[in-house]
């Protein structure tokens, strides 16, 4: 944790903890989050804020007499993923008049991909402690996870934590200082995973 | 072919960086998204299946920049290298000139 997630805290939870939860269509629900007075005020305030801007957005298209709604389709699309793009991570690089970056957001969806696509596993969030926007620099890496409790947890953190350390390898371009996979939540049967 | 038509330059820069191993799709550079979404499309004359290269000629050169979908399967720090030495053989072969600024983004992993 740095001291930025301490001041910008909504409750017990940070905004991109809310924003992920949002992301997630609030599915599974997360009673934590639920009960918790600022952060669901929070959460309503992004909630609208998100509304507002699609909704300004839409205008805009609108505006612009585009007629070709599939092609606007696509871009709405773009605006979305560059949208929760977060920060820029620098790829360190010799040329002086390149600049090569893979954005916190590829890396985090990455994360959330390999997680989701595991059995049993739902990835909760993905936290990147220490100066990204650095090139090269040591970065702590916690992944937050629920599991489904028909499979020793252990072992399954174990597995995901694997490949997770492989992907970052291969596609982060910041160095991992220590890669953490913390089990937030058990889940029940019938709840999502 | 030697020109600063910036359309005509963003077109075979997008072919180039789509026919990188790994790229899935160019996006629309940001962070200005809807005013781009307004314009762009008039301005950059953009392929229907997606974004495009924003070529820009400055008085200190040409400046690249592109944003794109890359795939899980290659290392995306490969990838964004050989969009960059794409780039800059596609407008060097279109300008006689080495862009002066390339930013390439990777946004999505899949």
Do not use: K, Q
Not at chain 1, 120 to 126: A, C, E, F, H, S
Not at chain 2, 18 to 44: I, K, N, Q, Y
Request: with cysteine; aromatic share 2%; proline share 5%.
């Amino acid at each position: 944790m740095n001291d930025d997630d301490v001041d910008d805290r909504h409750g017990a939870f940070t905004l991109d903890e809310l924003a992920d939860y949002l992301d997630s269509g609030r599915d599974p629900v997360r009673p934590e989050i639920e009960a918790d007075a600022d952060a669901s005020t929070a959460l309503r305030r992004l909630e609208r804020l998100r509304e507002a801007s699609a909704d300004l957005l839409d205008a805009d298209v609108r505006a612009a007499g585009a007629a070709d709604e599939d092609w606007i389709a696509r871009v709405l699309a773009s605006i979305r993923t560059t949208a929760h793009a977060g920060r820029d991570i620098p790829v360190p690089d010799d040329d002086p008049t390149s600049h090569l970056v893979v954005t916190e957001g590829a890396v985090r969806g990455l994360v959330r991909a390999l997680g989701d696509g595991m059995p049993g596993v739902l990835v909760r969030r993905t936290r990147f402690t220490g100066d990204v926007t650095t090139a090269g620099a040591a970065i702590d890496v916690e992944v937050v996870i629920a599991l489904a409790a028909d499979a020793p947890l252990r072992e399954r953190a174990d597995a995901l934590r694997e490949t997770v350390a492989a992907a970052l390898h291969e596609h982060a371009p910041f160095t991992v200082a220590s890669l953490t996979v913390r089990v937030a939540d058990v889940l029940t049967p019938g709840e999502h995973a | 072919m030697t020109t600063t038509d910036t359309r005509a330059l963003s077109r075979l820069a997008t072919e180039a960086v789509l026919a990188v191993p790994g790229v899935r799709s160019v996006v629309l550079p940001g962070p200005s998204l809807a005013v781009l979404v307004r314009d762009v499309r008039s301005v950059l004359d953009l392929p229907r299946d997606g974004g495009a290269v924003l070529v820009e000629d400055r008085t200190t050169g040409l400046r690249v920049r592109v944003v794109v979908t890359v795939d899980a399967g290659v290392s995306a720090l490969t990838t964004l290298r050989s969009v960059r030495d794409a780039l800059g053989v596609c407008i060097e072969h279109a300008t006689a000139n080495r862009p002066d600024d390339v930013t390439v983004r990777v946004v999505e992993i899949v």
